[in-house]
């Protein structure tokens, strides 16, 4: 499916935003590198689904109404069998936080590489259009609020200054024996979000937020493992 079949189908389904699949397969679209992964239903045949995937495995609740998965037990990683997929999702479904929501499947996919943890997202400014933004990960985020902004399309250049206007970007660079991770990853998945044929330009009449929390950097490579995609509202004046 393209990008615009993707946004179709959930404007079908009446959903406001993307299920993960669904936002991992628009990244994909965008050349951005997310994991492996396969929706099932806890009556599939596990064995055969999971052939085409390799272990270490991350299950995860999808459900329209979950917003935070990890805050309701929804997400388990470095699961090393089919089995302890199998006991990962019959303990999602057996727990009231999850239960009592609707859910679409569970999402099995692959772990990435470990590395830094980034957060790449876009919204739409009134006056200004997309915005880009990027962040570092973790307490960065949530408590030391260090993220750099620009008004999309960005191109290469700017996508570096937006890495160096992180207070923390030592951490970047291999802080206390950690390995340096892959900035031309992060400057080129920026780009792929933010440049001039990135996805918010290119669908900003669909996309009013994109929230890829977190983006593993490793050395090599920068993976979105986690990607949540707002629509526009059709109706709105
Ligand atoms: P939430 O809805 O809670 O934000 P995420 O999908 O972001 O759920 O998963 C929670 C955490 O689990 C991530 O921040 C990341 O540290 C880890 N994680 C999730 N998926 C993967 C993956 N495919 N590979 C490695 N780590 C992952
Ligand atoms: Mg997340």
Redesign the pocket.
């Known amino acids: 499916m393209d990008a615009q079949q993707l946004i179709e189908q959930a404007r079908r389904e009446r959903r406001a935003s993307l299920d993960e699949l669904s936002g991992k397969r628009l990244l994909a679209a965008f050349g951005v590198a997310v994991?492996k992964s396969i929706v099932v239903q806890p009556a599939d045949a596990l064995e055969a689904k999971l052939a085409g995937l390799a272990p270490p495995f991350?299950v995860?609740v999808m459900s329209p109404q979950i917003?935070?998965?990890?805050?309701v037990g929804?997400?388990r990683?470095r699961l090393q069998s089919v089995t302890e997929v199998r006991e990962a999702i019959d303990a999602m479904r057996s727990n009231p936080a999850i239960a009592a929501h609707p859910l679409d499947g569970f999402l099995v996919?692959?772990?990435?590489p470990p590395g830094q943890?980034l957060v790449i997202g876009g919204l739409k400014d009134p006056q200004f259009g997309p915005l880009v933004m990027v962040g570092l990960g973790g307490i960065f985020v949530e408590v030391l609020q260090d993220i750099a902004f620009r008004i999309c399309p960005i191109e290469r250049i700017d996508a570096l200054e937006m890495l160096d206007e992180l207070k923390g970007k030592a951490l970047l660079d291999g802080v206390r024996g950690q390995r340096p991770v892959a900035k031309e990853a992060i400057a080129e998945l920026l780009l792929k979000i933010g440049g001039p044929r990135g996805l918010l330009m290119t669908l900003e009449a669909d996309i009013s937020e994109a929230d890829l929390?977190?983006v593993?950097c490793s050395e090599r490579t920068a993976v979105a493992?986690?990607a949540r995609f707002i629509l526009t509202d059709r109706n709105a004046p």
Do not use: R, T
């Not at 917003?67 to 805050?71: R, Y």
């Not at 996919?109 to 990435?112: G, N, T």
């Open positions: 994991p991350v995860k917003l935070h998965k990890s805050d929804g997400v990683v996919e692959e772990m990435a943890e929390n977190p593993i493992v986690d």
